[in-house]
Structure formats: C-alpha cells, structure tokens
C-alpha cells in the first residue's frame, strides 16, 4: 500500500507562515518529481511548485519568492515553507508524486499519485 500523508495545515493570520509535509510510504520503487497543488472551492486545481529528485525546482510565477519547495529523499518527503501568506492563499493544498511502485507482481508508473489534501485558512 502506497501513501501520501500530508501534515502541517491549519489556520494562519495573515503574514503568518506555514510549513507543510508530505511523506511518502509504501512499495516504492523509485520517485521522480513531488509537487504541491491547491484548489480553492469553485476553483480549478493548480500547481504551487514541483522538485525533481535530484533538487531543481519551479513554482507557479505570482508564489516565487514566498513559498520555497524542499525534499529529503532518505525519508521520501516533500515540504512546502510558506511564508507572507494572504487569504488568497487559502485552499487545499494536495502533495503529488510521480513515483514507480512495485504492484500485482510488476511495476507501475503513477504520474499522479495523490495525498488525501490538507486544508489551510488565512484569515484574521
């Protein structure tokens, strides 16, 4: 069983700063680029920033310079340091992995395998 659990949401003031993480845990095999989105209600989901095993990283234009994406791939998690947070900010932010698991007897490539979401609320 493969899983993606997510910690670290909650309920911030604006300004107010948030680390989120994403552990990974399971038959894997291998993971190539874990990513953060986030969807606001009515809203299409979208991508926050993505970092490839090896450490490069990008980030949806109007966050670079206050969201900062990290990895440590001995523990397989991904965190998301946000900082200056503003109530457009608010959403559920879902970590995203490409992996490679070990299933039924074979390999599997999931481009999207998903957490279960993690709710953050800017507001004063």
């Known amino acids: 069983q493969v899983q993606l659990v997510e910690s670290g949401g909650g309920l911030v003031q604006p300004g107010g700063s948030l680390r989120l993480s994403c552990a990974a845990s399971g038959t894997i095999v291998s993971i190539n680029t874990m990513s953060w989105y986030r969807q606001a209600p009515g809203k299409q989901r979208e991508l926050v920033a993505a970092v490839s095993s090896g450490g490069s990283s990008n980030y949806a234009d109007s966050l670079k310079g206050r969201f900062t994406i990290s990895r440590d791939n001995a523990k397989k998690t991904v965190y998301l340091q946000m900082n200056s947070l503003k109530p457009e900010d608010t959403a559920v932010y879902y970590c995203?992995?490409?992996?490679?698991?070990?299933?039924?007897?074979?390999?599997?490539?999931?481009?999207?395998?998903w957490g279960q979401g993690t709710q953050v609320t800017v507001s004063s």
């Open positions: 995203n992995a490409d992996l490679i698991r070990y299933y039924d007897r074979d390999y599997l490539r999931q481009r999207a395998f």
